[in-house]
């Protein structure tokens, strides 16, 4: 399942359900729209802490309870902000902030369902997405805006979910609802509206191969790598590939969901579905499960992983019962050696380790 809309629920029943997350959520209102508790705080944070391993990088999760993203503490093992503010290392909302003003977030922004940190000519950005239209490229840590557009803001037609920083500058979407990969010109300014499209049934992952120079998405059958061609002010989207994925059911989708590289690993990609954890060897064109941890990491409904070279530490998300959203969980999981990240009145979509690349 999707965060939110993809999920098949109504546009009414997701608003309403917003509605009280937001009012109930305990992180709501403990920070400005974007804050950094110092200059490098998530730069250079790599410390231990009871049962975390020496240079444990910091956590980034997409955090729809308070509609934010958060940079977390590594070296705490529960994060509750509301007692403990430090543990937000950076956070990020674009409600109230007038550099968004015109994307609408009041109603783009619901579920905010991805979050990834890329370099840009020494710019930190951080990529997101929101299931009601929102997507932008948002500087780190001032919160500036790099790039930014609502597609269909406050409905469920697009579903923004994920998204990818190319070396020219410009931008890819993915977008589960709308069946599509749009390729958008953001080299040209913040509010740049040109793009280049292809569809994809449930878009769901991007990701840019700089060794192959190929735009990698996930959808629910299929995982595609595209050439970009065109300018950066005219891009071009061109399949060069189309390998089908692993299907657990006969006669059902596969339900690609996350697509992320393997760190320290290239050539390999991490490729979730519906039922399993794969890595793709992109030299052979298979999908494998012979990685470190697999007998743990390998399950059903995994939104999001990534593992961290340094320590060898792999996380991963995936739902918990009880909770507001069926998609949302207050843990994240972490893998070799195991441990739990807490969010108190957390409702967690996807996390990642804060890996500028």
Request: charged share 20%; aromatic share 8%.
């Amino acid at each position: 399942m999707s965060a939110g809309p993809s999920g098949g629920l109504s546009r009414r029943g997701l608003l309403a359900g917003a509605a009280g997350a937001v009012a109930g959520a305990g992180l709501a209102g403990v920070l400005p729209a974007a804050y950094a508790a110092s200059p490098s705080a998530a730069a250079t944070p790599y410390a231990t802490g009871p049962g975390v391993p020496p240079g444990t990088p910091p956590v980034l999760v997409t955090e729809q309870a308070s509609k934010r993203l958060l940079v977390l503490d590594p070296r705490r093992r529960v994060w509750d902000p509301a007692a403990e503010p430090g543990v937000v290392r950076w956070q990020f909302s674009p409600l109230g902030d007038p550099r968004y003003r015109d994307l609408q977030p009041e109603a783009s922004w619901v579920y905010p369902c991805e979050a990834k940190v890329r370099v840009h000519r020494k710019r930190t950005l951080v990529l997101t997405t929101a299931s009601f239209g929102f997507v932008a490229a948002v500087e780190y840590p001032t919160g500036r805006r790099y790039w930014g557009a609502a597609l269909g803001p406050g409905d469920d037609l697009f579903n923004p979910h994920s998204a990818e920083l190319l070396p020219d500058g410009n931008v890819a979407v993915a977008c589960s609802s709308g069946a599509l990969v749009r390729l958008y010109a953001a080299s040209l300014g913040p509010d740049a509206t040109r793009y280049a499209e292809d569809r994809l049934k449930g878009a769901h992952g991007l990701h840019w191969d700089r060794a192959r120079r190929v735009l990698w998405a996930l959808g629910d059958d299929d995982l595609v790598a595209y050439e970009v061609g065109g300018t950066p002010a005219r891009p071009a989207l061109t399949r060069r590939s189309v390998t089908p994925l692993p299907v657990a059911v006969p006669g059902k989708t596969a339900g690609g969901h996350d697509l992320f590289p393997v760190a320290g690993r290239p050539g390999r990609l991490w490729v979730t579905t519906n039922a399993a954890v794969f890595q793709y060897d992109q030299r052979h064109g298979t999908f494998v499960r012979d990685y470190p941890g697999h007998e743990l990491i390998d399950r059903a409904s995994v939104k999001a992983v990534g593992n961290d070279p340094r320590t060898g530490q792999v996380l991963s998300t995936v739902p918990e019962k009880g909770l507001e959203e069926t998609w949302w969980t207050t843990k994240v999981g972490v893998h070799r050696p195991t441990g739990t990240y807490t969010l108190v009145n957390g409702g967690i979509y996807k996390a990642r380790w804060w890996l500028p690349r």
